[in-house]
């Protein structure tokens, strides 16, 4: 055996006079002794050497840098790109109170995965890791996200969600200013936005693209002034940016500040359930997993410049999804044979300037790009307590910082 070089790959050949029937194409230059010329047997060598070349290419074009890929819709996001994809993924995240290492143990030993424990308000350190990890999407998620925290105290909202915002744009921009050629056809930037920006719905009607915005709390206020800036950047410098809204998202992973998985939390520790107003509030759920799905096809088929909205098309009263939430788990974790979860339910004063009503109208993405929910509330609600039930020290890590579950946002 000869050791030969086919250019890109080195492959041991097998040391066989070149033959007037080979076909050219295989034809390689080795060495053996420096006196005879070789040809590769292989004849699966090309084709090895052509599949390497299309998975390398491939990846490079899907190296994508996820904002707050600790927290709940990023880590899913990250979950899916790595085992559905060939994406190599930089996960940029702070790890503040919602971020959670534990929610990506399943990626953590991959190859394609790193984790970058950094503020997307220090600009410094965003352009290092941007410039080491050259990405081509970035994906970003980093946000403050609970409106009850964004009452109590808003500044954490304007410095994340804003600050954190503008900087991470300027080192985008400054990076797509290096780009050439196919580099600079495929970078995009992707803001992942909230359907809170539009405001609130009455009875009838839907939140379309063309909504105005209108949001009404601080965490609102701040995600919409977000959306504007990355509108501004593509408008003004030509960042190539893409923005989706969407409605809220369940599913597991979600930290127990938000309706959902408190309830199921408490409702297992024998807590109260506590509903705010009469629970008449309407809200659109959407499963988390398909959320990220749809994130997926809008940065690599979605128009440039465009927003998407993403929905669930499925509208729920506050106290029904209580309801609900009670019976899955009168069935799969009884409390007594005579006391249902039920029970558990409290009236509780509302949120100040509680948003009546969101519904968003998800038909462009449906179009444009074939997007529709997979799961119905019912089924992603199902599976949603069933995972609550069945990661108990995931939720135990969760709850071990200062959140106790106490009520947020009351006063004003
Ligand atoms: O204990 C509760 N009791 C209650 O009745 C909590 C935490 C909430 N609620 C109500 C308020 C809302 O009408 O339930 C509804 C859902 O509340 P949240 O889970 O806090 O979500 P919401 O305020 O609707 O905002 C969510 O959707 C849009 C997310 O938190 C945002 O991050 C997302 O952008």
Known sequence: MAFGSCGELRHTLSCQPISPSCDPGRTLKATCGGVR????????????????????????????????????????????????????????????????????????????????????????????????????????????????????????FIQTNIVGTYVLLEEARRYFGSLTGAARERFR?????????????????????????APNSPYAASKASSDHLVRAWGHTYGLPIIITNCSNNYGPFQFPEKLIPLVILNALDGKPLPVYGNGSNVRDWLYVEDHARALREVIARGQLGETYNIGGHNEQRNIEVVHMICDVLDELRPKSKSVPHRSL??????????????????????????WQPKETFATGLRKTVQWYLENGAWCERALSGNYRRERLGVKV
């Open 189 to 213: 930037f992707h803001h992942i936005s909230t359907d809170e920006v539009f405001g609130s719905l009455g009875e009838n009607g839907l939140f379309t693209e063309t909504t105005a915005y």
């Open 37 to 156: 010329e070789f040809v590769c047997i292989y004849s699966r060598c090309l084709g090895i050497i052509e599949k390497r070349r299309a998975r390398n290419a491939k990846e490079r074009m899907t190296t994508v840098l996820v904002t707050g890929g600790a927290g709940f819709i990023g880590s899913c996001l990250v979950r899916q790109l790595i085992a559905q994809s060939d994406a190599a993924v930089v996960n940029v995240d702070m790890l503040t109170y919602a971020g959670n290492l534990d929610s990506l143990a399943r990626v953590a030993d991959n190859p394609r995965y790193r984790f970058e424990r950094v503020d997307i308000r220090d600009a410094l350190a965003i352009r290092r890791v941007v410039e080491q990890h050259r990405p081509d999407w970035i994906m970003h998620l980093a946000a403050e996200s609970h409106v009850d925290r964004s009452i109590d105290g808003p500044a954490e």
């Open 345 to 370: 339910i409290r009236f509780v004063t509302d949120r100040p300037g509680h948003d009546q009503r969101y519904a968003i109208d998800a038909s462009k993405i449906q179009r444009e790009l074939g």
